[in-house]
């Protein structure tokens, strides 16, 4: 086969250090989300939706498959760490959890999906970020210890 195609779409999440609500501020959110998804794009991974609230994000993309998911989400994480750090005040000590968790996701599942990223804010209202992760490990089968998962 002459050619390497591929067409794979991630769920990525990850808090800030200790769920801190860094991004309590809904304006500062709004840029997060977007800062995010363009260095998700100019790292080659086409954004779907970025989304979450003042402790933390999911995004939901399309994968390249020149590089490896942590280098990856270790660019998005860096890159986002120091433009918000950059704005100074508080958000000098801004710092993401050291951790994150990231979801391979079918075709049929992407709509579903961003209805769910999208309504972070209502979603939260109801459940907590470990409480929300529980369950995603559940469902998708993951094994987590929870003395390593929560930093």
């Known amino acids: 086969?002459?050619?390497?195609?591929?067409?794979?779409?991630?769920?990525?999440?990850?808090?800030?250090?200790?769920?801190?609500p860094f991004l309590s501020n809904k304006d500062?959110?709004?840029?997060?989300?977007?800062?995010l998804g363009g260095t998700c794009n100019n790292l080659g991974c086409q954004v779907l939706i970025v989304g979450g609230v003042a402790d933390h994000v999911h995004i939901l993309c399309m994968f390249v498959r020149t590089m490896t998911i942590g280098d990856f989400v270790g660019a998005i994480k860096r890159e986002?760490?120091?433009?918000?750090?950059?704005?100074?005040?508080?958000l000098s000590k801004f710092a993401w959890q050291t951790g994150y968790s990231t979801f391979s996701v079918g075709l049929s599942e992407i709509d579903r999906l961003k209805l769910y990223i999208n309504g972070q804010e209502e979603h939260h209202k109801k459940i907590?970020?470990?409480?929300?992760?529980?369950r995603f490990f559940k469902d998708y089968g993951v094994n987590f210890d929870e003395k390593y998962v929560w930093d």
């Open 28 to 35: 500062l959110r709004t840029e997060m989300h977007a800062y």
């Open 1 to 20: 086969m002459p050619q390497s195609l591929a067409q794979v779409y991630l769920h990525i999440v990850f808090s800030t250090k200790n769920r801190d």
């Open 80 to 90: 986002s760490s120091k433009w918000v750090k950059g704005k100074g005040g508080i």
């Open 128 to 134: 907590t970020f470990q409480d929300e992760m529980r």
